[in-house]
């Protein structure tokens, strides 16, 4: 193969693995985003069910800040956030993830280069040996 033809060979691993890496960063930015709105979206439901739930109290002539209505509240609460931490370690870790496959294909694509720079001197060193070397 030509000095040419494994620099072109080098550079296409080299983008090609440069996609890659971008693909994985979108990924991981796209789960980021996924977590964050999951998160915005649970806890407008935590609070629209602690309105809920004040509102029935509140409807029965029950004290909303009575010993029991501060328990039920702190126990819903404590739930829907146990709920909120876990779903949001799921998209958080598939973006960890999708990074370490970036970092991954990036390294690959270096490999790609540097490999065509090898494997060209290597060739340019075989032939100069052969041609009598100086």
């Known amino acids: ?6 620099f072109a060979e080098g550079f296409m691993g080299y983008q090609q693995a440069q996609g890659e890496a971008a693909q994985y960063k979108f990924n991981a930015r796209s789960e ?4 964050d709105q999951d998160s915005v979206n ?3 439901d935590l609070n629209s069910s602690l309105s809920s739930i004040n509102a029935v109290r509140t409807s029965r002539n029950l004290d909303v800040a009575s010993p029991t209505g501060l328990a039920i509240a702190a126990d819903y609460t404590k739930r829907a956030q146990q709920g909120i931490d876990t779903s949001r370690l799921n998209y958080l870790t598939r973006a960890q993830s999708d990074l370490f496959g970036a970092s991954q294909a990036q ?6 280069l540097i490999g065509s720079f090898l494997k060209t001197g290597d060739e340019f060193a075989q032939a100069f040996a052969a ?4």
């Open 131 to 134: 041609g009598g070397g100086g």
């Open 107 to 112: 390294y690959k694509g270096y490999a790609a």
């Open 32 to 35: 980021q985003i996924a977590a």
């Open 1 to 6: 193969m030509g000095f040419v033809a494994n």
């Open 42 to 44: 649970r806890l407008a």
